[in-house]
């Protein structure tokens, strides 16, 4: 499923998965993994080798996954958990009708009725295709695809909240453009063979589906297939590419309804208000009016029979997984095999547990942190971001560069951060949502329409603070500069992230730099254009803003030059957030250990390595993973972070506190030449 979604939401970001919870470590000096490290290798020209070679070279990748470390391990493993939660909740019969027992437990059950859900076949999705079929004219087609846009099938638009870049305590309705079923427009227009290849693969796999949908194999599906390539192509050339999505001005774009109505009058938008229960004269942002443009013409121009086309692959595209087997291999053999590069599927319970997580995230979320979260973790935590809080302020302090003007600025941005953790103070209202035990798609509807009207009567009301972007087992984090939040789900304070048992030096590098991180992207190159109220608004003097954007720039074509293989290398300008997230994050992270210590004993050293060294293993402990060839190309292209390797060797290789600790010669891999070293925070 894709949603629009706000491209200001910057995350850590590990794929959404799950941490597990073990606190079976006993001994005080509890740290670094000696058995991971690499002792062939030198951690002055290879850290990240060093670091975690050995257990990358003892545990491949399992064929279900695109990526493996002991993080991604501890995610999957605490699926289980999850999965006992489930199955519990699924066998209590005595469950009261809407209690979030009842409803995920008979949303996991229904998803683990495999047969019945074979049995159906794609039988739940023809009363969708019939509406499609019986429609005469636009007007109807339209009414179908409003009712795709309320069960999350956003194609080729969607409208959703966003806060107001310009009054962020006002929630605005985004109109945001989507449309495309490859992953981002570069793989509809660049000539390159890996890109030809893709679209190549791509037409015969919606010809494939449609087949399994009762198109007729040698004609009609694969023209169908070339028609949707070619709709989705011309809606590629208008859309944004990766790069200018991370530019905030690039979608603000302030539109009352009747400048939309000029933009696309081909759309009854007096009848999609209506259906979304809007009042014409709400805020609205459209991101892309451009695309939208596109879609007008090509509303107009391409023939109804196209546009039911389309319409059924994206409905289908949408709901493979709800379907039955054949659906689901064959969606996998593109997005999961092709793509990413996994060779199996993950067992239907595991994927049972995702979608649970998916659409009723916090029903499933509120049981877990029950069981799970412990209170200390959440204490621990607020202490280590103030002292991360703290560390930042002095640093933005000492920089040389900024003015003092600029630094009250910052200051005030620094005293208004917002931490949330563990998980939402107040949980979401799941009592309304219809779920029964027989049939799954039905179930997967219900979910759907229950996150889209979720977000959609936020729409046109102040800003409420307490929600959450992300669920309570989701072993990630993120920072909203519009809220001026760092979010920190209780599936990220678990081992290896963050371990109640694991003396400070570890809990710096690992968590300590993922606080940092998201501190960071507070005063990143998105992060920077947002004020202390998180308004888009400039609160730099011009010198200093010039000194910041040259200092990002050394960022930027540091990452430009890391390559996955010859010709193939990160995008600076995609992954420049995230850099400087990293780097300013382990710094940061640094300088809070180093005052956490101030006036106590230093600690010992453990296994022969320094508190500082401790430090920095654990960074390269906790980010390093072990990746498929084809997941990273996939990351290089669409994702604005970089892979794991040049995470943990990219910002260690610029700090002087790095090459201290390991006492690194100055010609060294890991010590970037005094000209070449970027600093920003
Ligand atoms: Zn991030």
Known sequence: MRRVTTPWFVCLCFGFLFSQISFSQTSSQHGIDLTDLDRKADPCT?????????????????????????RWAAGESSKDKLKEILETAAADKSAAKGSKEQIIGDYYGACMDESRVNARGMEPVKPWFARIDAARDTADLQKVMEDMHDILVADPFALGSQQD?????????????????????????????????????????????????????????????????????????????????????????????????????????AEYFKHKQLPQDVDMNVDQPKFMQELDRQIHADSLADWKVYLKWHLLHSTASSLSAAFVEEDFAFYGKYLSGTTEMKPRWKRCVESTDQYLGEALGQKYVEKYFPPEAKARMQEMVRNLLAAMRDDILSRPWMSDDTKEKAMAKIA??????????????????????????????????????????????????????????????????????????AGILQPPAFDMRAVDAVNYGAIGVVIGHEISHGFDDQGA???????????????????????????????????????????????????????????????????????????????????????????????????????????????????????????????????????????????????????VW
């Open 46 to 70: 290879d850290f990240y080798e060093f670091t975690n070679g050995s257990w990358r070279a003892h545990n491949p990748i399992p064929a279900s996954m695109t990526r493996w470390s002991k």
């Open 165 to 269: 870049p310009h009054k962020p305590s006002w929630v605005l309705a985004d109109i945001g453009a989507n449309g495309l079923g490859l992953p981002d427009r570069d793989y509809y227009l660049k000539p390159e063979a890996r890109f030809k290849e893709a679209r190549e693969k791509y037409v015969l796999h919606i010809a494939a589906m449609f087949k399994l949908a009762g198109w007729d194999e040698k004609t009609s599906a694969a023209a169908a297939a070339e028609t949707i390539m070619g709709m989705e192509t011309k809606l590629a050339e208008a859309s944004l590419d990766n790069v200018t999505l991370r530019d905030p001005a690039a979608t603000d774009h302030n539109t009352t309804f009747a400048q939309l109505q000029a933009m696309a009058p081909h759309i009854d938008w």
């Open 416 to 489: 208004t951060f917002n931490p949330k953790i563990g998980y939402p103070d107040k949980w979401k209202d799941y009592s309304q949502v219809q779920i029964r035990r027989d049939g799954f798609f039905e179930d997967v509807i219900a979910g759907r329409k229950f996150v889209e009207q979720d977000d959609r009567l936020t729409i046109g009301k102040p800003v409420d603070r307490g929600r959450w972007g992300m669920t309570p087992p989701t072993s990630d984090a993120y920072y909203n500069p519009l809220l001026n939040e760092i979010v920190f789900p």
């Open 529 to 679: 254009q947002f004020d202390y109220l998180g308004r888009l608004r400039n609160w730099w003097t011009d010198a200093d803003l010039k000194q910041f954007q040259a200092r990002a720039a050394c960022v930027a074509d540091q990452f430009d030059n890391y390559f996955i293989e010859p010709g193939v290398h990160h995008n600076g300008k995609l992954v420049l957030g995230e850099s400087i997230g990293d780097l300013g994050g382990a710094k940061v992270a640094f300088l809070a250990y180093e005052k956490s210590l101030q006036g106590k004993p230093r600690p010992a050293d453990i296994d022969g390595f320094t508190p500082e060294e401790q430090f920095y293993i654990a960074w390269g402990q906790f980010r390093g993973d072990e990746i498929r060839i084809e997941a990273q190309r996939l990351m290089i292209q669409t994702d604005p972070h970089p892979i794991a390797k040049y995470r943990v060797i990219g910002p260690l290789s610029n700090l002087p506190d790095f090459e201290k600790a390991w006492s690194c010669k100055a010609d060294s891999a890991m010590v970037r030449a005094e000209g070449n070293r970027c600093e």
